[in-house]
């Protein structure tokens, strides 16, 4: 430590000797004597003025600069909040366009549903018609209509449901449309002429009082028969009174044979259609004379075929 101080007081002389300063003054010169304590202490006082010299600028300069930074970077604040306020009110803006333009299809939908409704009503209308027609048609023959629809019917929809009950009432036309395209409505020869109804008669052979299971329509040999409703031949051969004989099945239970034919045109599982030629009139089997025997069968139980062949207005002669 003494070594450090003996070291630092020569730097001291060698920077700062001992000086004299002569003061003259009038008439008198006087000389004063300038120490390096002194000399040393006056420099130290001139370096801490010049720092504070510098010093205070650079702050100043620093502070300045600080709220320059501020007032721009609150300016870029304030501009930003401006675009965000103005985007929101454009947004806003849109969303009561869009609002309005929905306002207006909704109020647009709910005419087109009217109309809609109407026009829906109005076939539903139309089909109900429809159905009563061919649920007429079937009932004048004897039969139940129901026997037309195969599955057990759904809940019924609610009154509002428009198309639900016209798709329903579709539906129900549709299976009693395909019940009546299945139904034997038309002649079996181009001319009938009926020699013995359906029911109960004296037996031509024995004169017993009998069960007649069909109709006999009078016809030279050789007359073309005919499928009176499509479907599916069932037996086409001879049996024992009947001659020869053909049967179709036309699906729902129903059922026609054709007797006493003189030549089958057919075999059993042939698919036949309406009118088309099953066979040719004959006098085969327990027969007096030259005729068909035509049946209508429900479920194998006989039908009178008149039932059926007044419905499509077919006159038959006696």
């Not at 730097?11 to 700062?16: A, G, N, P, R």
């Not at 026609?256 to 066979?279: A, C, W």
């Amino acid at each position: 430590m003494r070594r450090l101080n003996e070291r630092l007081k020569g730097l001291i002389q060698d920077w700062f000797p001992e000086r004299q300063i002569l003061l003259r003054g009038t008439g008198s010169v006087r000389a004063a004597q300038l120490k390096p304590a002194h000399q040393c202490a006056m420099a130290a006082f001139l370096l801490l003025l010049l720092v504070w010299s510098v010093a205070s600028p650079l702050a100043f300069l620093a502070v300045w600069h600080g709220q320059v930074a501020a007032a721009h970077h609150a300016g870029a604040l304030q501009a930003e909040l401006s675009g965000t306020q103005a985007d929101l009110g454009a947004t806003q803006a849109q969303n009561a366009a869009l609002a309005a333009a929905s306002g207006a299809a909704a109020a647009q939908a709910r005419g087109f549903t009217a109309r809609a409704a109407r026009q829906i009503d109005a076939l539903d209308a139309q089909t109900k018609a429809a159905i009563a027609t061919v649920d007429g048609i079937i009932t004048a023959t004897g039969i139940n209509p129901k026997r037309a629809l195969k599955t057990q019917a759904a809940a019924a929809p609610s009154a509002q449901d428009h198309a639900a009950l016209l798709n329903e009432d579709l539906a129900q036309l549709q299976a009693l449309s395909a019940f009546l395209g299945k139904m034997p409505l038309a002649p079996p020869v181009a001319q009938m002429t009926m020699s013995s109804p359906f029911g109960y008669r004296p037996n031509p052979w024995t004169g017993l009082r009998e069960f007649h299971v069909g109709i006999d329509l009078r016809g030279a040999e050789g007359t073309p028969v005919y499928a009176t409703a499509p479907g599916v031949v069932s037996f086409a051969g001879s049996e024992t009174g009947y001659g020869e004989i053909v049967e179709i099945d036309h699906g729902y239970g129903l059922s026609t044979r054709y007797s006493h034919l003189d030549r089958i045109l057919v075999r059993p599982g042939d698919k036949v259609g309406l009118r088309q030629e099953i066979g040719l009139l004959g006098n085969t089997g327990w027969s007096t004379g030259p005729h068909l025997l035509y049946e209508t069968r429900l479920d194998g139980a006989p039908e009178n075929p008149l039932n059926f062949l007044k419905v499509s207005e077919n006159e038959v002669q006696n």
